[in-house]
């Protein structure tokens, strides 16, 4: 297969300068939120993990994604999008966009607060050290609650 069959296969669209700009302007008027928390897991689910879920536009009333969320997660924290976050929901066309770190695997080895440390990290252009540090002990809480953890565990 070709790549000219590939990309006209899929519709693609592009923007002009002043839609991208519309786009923008909107966006820096709604209050974006990002939920981080714990996996649920269940009879589909059954790797542990730490989620963080953005939120690209809010659909209706604000209590009916936070209920979306709560199927996925159960919540540690809740912070507002900053602006930079925001325009990269500009053209999502999701409602929700999600990031997880699975800590059972390879790279982790059941270390969670490595994987802890590594959220951490991936926010810090976008969240002050404060309150990193306060999504950080928050989540080790819930993940000690509901993954029944320890702090020494390691492999």
């Keep these: 297969m070709n790549t000219e069959e590939t990309f006209s296969k899929y519709e693609h669209k592009i923007f002009s300068d002043q839609e991208i700009d519309r ?3 909107k966006l820096k ?5 990002v939920w981080y928390g714990v996996r649920r897991l269940g009879k589909i689910v059954k790797k542990r993990s730490i989620i963080v879920i953005f939120e690209n536009e809010v659909t209706g009333l604000l209590e009916k994604n936070d209920k979306k969320v709560k ?6 924290h809740v912070r507002l999008q900053t602006e930079a976050e925001k325009t990269d929901a500009a053209f999502k066309n999701r ?3 999600t990031f997880e770190i699975y800590f059972d695997n390879k ?16 926010d810090q252009y976008h969240v002050s050290v404060t309150e990193r540090e306060l999504i950080k002990t928050k989540l080790s809480r819930l993940l000690k609650e509901k993954y029944d953890l320890y702090a020494t565990q390691s492999a």
């Design 107 to 122: 790279k982790y080895k059941g270390d969670y607060m490595r994987a802890l440390e590594d959220n951490s990290l991936a």
């Design 71 to 76: 199927l996925y997660m159960d919540i540690a």
């Design 29 to 33: 008027s709604e209050n974006l939120r």
């Design 23 to 25: 786009q923008l302007e």
């Design 95 to 97: 409602v929700f966009h």
